[in-house]
Structure formats: C-alpha cells, structure tokens
C-alpha cells in the first residue's frame, strides 16, 4: 500500500476534502499536516516533529497522510532561505521501508518551489492536477454546501452559470456561505433565490483565485488531471 502523491492544486480548491475521501472510501485511518505542526523556532525540534508525525501515522496504519502546502514545509534545498534539515529529514522518512501500510498525499499550488529531490518516483512520484469543478461539478458542491438549509428549490443549479467557469470549489462554497449571511442579515428563515443571486454578484465581483499564470505552472508540472 505504499502509495504516494503529490496533487499540484489550483488555488483553493479543498484537497483536503478529496484527501479525506479518499480515507473514508477505503476505510483508512486519516491524519492532516499543516506547516504550524512542524515548524518550531527552536533548532532540531522541526526535524522531531517530522519523524514524530510519521511515528504516529504509522502506529495508525492502515492510514492516509495528507501533508497541506507541502512547498512551505519542504521548499527546495536551493532556496536561499530554506531549512535543508527538515526538507532532509522529509525525505527520509518518506524513504523509510516501515511505510508499507501507509498512503502520503501532499498537495502544493506552488509546484515550481519544490524540492526534486521529493518528487522522485519512491517519494512522491505520482502528480496529479486538481482542477476548477465544471459546472455540473459546482453545481454538487453548492448543493452539499446547502444541505440542511432551508431553501427555496433549485437553488444549486445557480452554481452552474457559465459565468462561473473558472471559479473553484472554495469559491462556489464561499458563494454558498455568503448567501446563507445575507439570509440571516434579512432576517428571512429561509434562503431564496435572492439571497443566492445577491451572493453570485458577489463572487463575480471578485478576481479568480485560479489566475491565468496559476493554471500555466500547473499545467507545466505535468500528471493526471482530476476534477
């Protein structure tokens, strides 16, 4: 089961979420990384943390480990300001043969500032490209976004606006949120398709997330692509 990835994620675009699905597909145990559980000012603890998170994964085996911005965790060892160590220490507890019962995804939206050295094929070898939701995809996450609510019908299917495209997950789930304000500041107990068309404004108003120069360096990095 020693299987490893490394999503490169359009900005936003919940891999977490996918991650986490993954877990509860295959009935695997689930535990998430983020920078500020590593990190530490003092010297030597960063590198305690690594082999510690990595200890604790395993004694959960079967388990997913789902590492978040891998690149501000393990940037490459020729940035003039990273920390060699913990990206050396990443590496050899990704190399370590007790693994066998584990499954490590990483995700990045900044492909370019990772170390080669982690992307080699007994690491991190498998990439694959999280992309913006098509519209029939937006148009799921809103409703599961709204599951629960009090809601006029067809509500959702605002999600599938081709002025959307482009847009990701986060933002069509922020939309959704953001209607569910506008209801509560209305003092309605209900959400409406006005609340829902207030909040689609909103988000168009906005700048994309998921930029032209974003999508390029991902389409650069190469791998499968992935809804």
């Not at 995700?107 to 519209?135: E, F, S, W």
């Not at 081709?162 to 959400?191: H, N, W």
């Not at 168009?204 to 930029?211: F, G, K, N, V």
């Not at 032209?212 to 990095?221: A, K, P, T, Y």
């Amino acid at each position: 089961m020693r299987e490893k990835y490394v999503p490169r994620t359009t900005t936003h675009t919940h891999t977490a979420l996918f991650a986490k699905a993954l877990a509860h597909e295959s009935g695997l145990n689930f535990i998430s990384v983020k920078s500020s559980d590593v990190f530490s000012m003092y010297v030597g603890e960063s590198e305690a943390a690594i082999r510690q998170l990595f200890a604790t994964t395993r004694m959960h085996a079967p388990c997913v480990m789902f590492i978040d911005e891998i690149d501000a965790i393990v940037p490459s060892r020729d940035d003039r300001d990273s920390h060699k160590s913990i990206t050396t220490q990443m590496l050899v507890e990704l190399d370590s043969p007790t693994n066998a019962a584990v499954i490590v995804i990483a995700a990045t939206n900044r492909p370019d500032r990772l170390d080669p050295a982690l992307l080699q094929p007994t690491r991190l070898g498998a990439r694959v490209h999280v992309t913006v939701p098509t519209p029939a995809e937006r148009q799921a996450v809103m409703q599961v976004s709204l599951r629960g609510v009090p809601a006029d019908e067809g509500l959702g299917e605002v999600a599938a606006d081709p002025r959307l495209d482009g847009r990701t997950g986060a933002e069509v789930v922020a939309m959704s949120e953001r209607a569910r304000q506008l209801a509560v500041v209305a003092g309605d107990d209900r959400l409406t398709s006005s609340h829902v068309e207030a909040a689609l404004g909103e988000t168009l108003a906005a700048p994309r997330t998921a930029t032209d120069g974003i999508l390029f360096m991902m389409r650069q990095f190469g791998g499968r692509t992935a809804g």
